[in-house]
C-alpha cells in the first residue's frame, strides 16, 4: 500500500445500507452492482468528472462489523444535481492507504483484498473509503481496482 493525499470531492450514485455480518453484504452489494448496471445509471448523471465507476463505503456506525452505506456511482463537478433516488456524497479527501488491485473479479479479488484490509491494523478513520474501477475493468478476468482507505 502507499500513502496518498487526496484533495475533497464528490460522488453522485445508487445507495443501500447493510453491514458485513450474516453475509448480508454479500447480498447487497452484488445486487447494488446489478441495479447499477441494468438502470444505467450513467446515462442519468449529468455532471460526471470521468468514466470512472465508484464504490464508495460511508456513514460507518462504527468499525468494518458494523453498519454502513455502500453507493456506486461517479465523480461529479458538484452536489447541485442529484437525481432523484440517488445519493449525493462529498468526499472530505485527506490521508489515504491506496492499495492497487489486479486479476479475476469473479474470484473475488475485491472481496479478498477487504479481508486482508481488515486484518491489517490500518488505523482507518471510517469516514468514507472507496474502489475505483476504470476502464481497464472490461475485462473482469483481467482487472484494475484501485481501494482507497481513509486514515488517520
Known amino acids: 500500500m502507499q500513502k496518498e493525499t ?23 452489494i452484488p445486487a447494488l452492482w446489478n441495479r447499477f448496471r441494468s438502470e444505467d445509471i450513467a446515462a442519468r448523471i449529468s455532471n460526471k468528472t470521468g468514466n470512472e465507476v465508484y464504490s464508495v463505503y460511508t456513514d460507518y456506525e462504527g468499525d468494518h ?34 492499495q492497487q488491485l489486479k486479476g479475476n473479479l ?8 477487504w479481508i486482508a484490509i481488515w486484518n491489517s491494523g490500518i488505523s482507518r478513520a471510517y469516514t468514507a473509503d472507496f474502489e475505483v474501477y476504470s476502464a481497464k475493468n472490461r475485462n473482469p478476468e483481467d482487472a484494475e481496482v484501485d481501494i482507497f482507505i481513509a486514515t488517520r
Do not use: C, H, W
Open 6 to 28: 487526496l484533495k475533497p470531492f464528490f460522488v453522485v450514485g445508487i445507495s443501500v445500507r447493510t453491514s458485513n455480518g450474516d453475509g448480508k453484504a454479500a447480498v447487497d
Open 106 to 113: 469473479l474470484q473475488g479479488l475485491v472481496f479478498n483484498a
Open 65 to 98: 462489523t458494523k453498519p454502513y452505506t455502500t453507493i456506486i456511482g461517479y465523480a461529479v463537478e458538484n452536489l447541485d444535481q442529484v437525481p432523484e433516488g440517488m445519493r449525493g456524497l462529498a468526499i472530505e479527501g485527506g490521508a489515504y492507504e491506496k
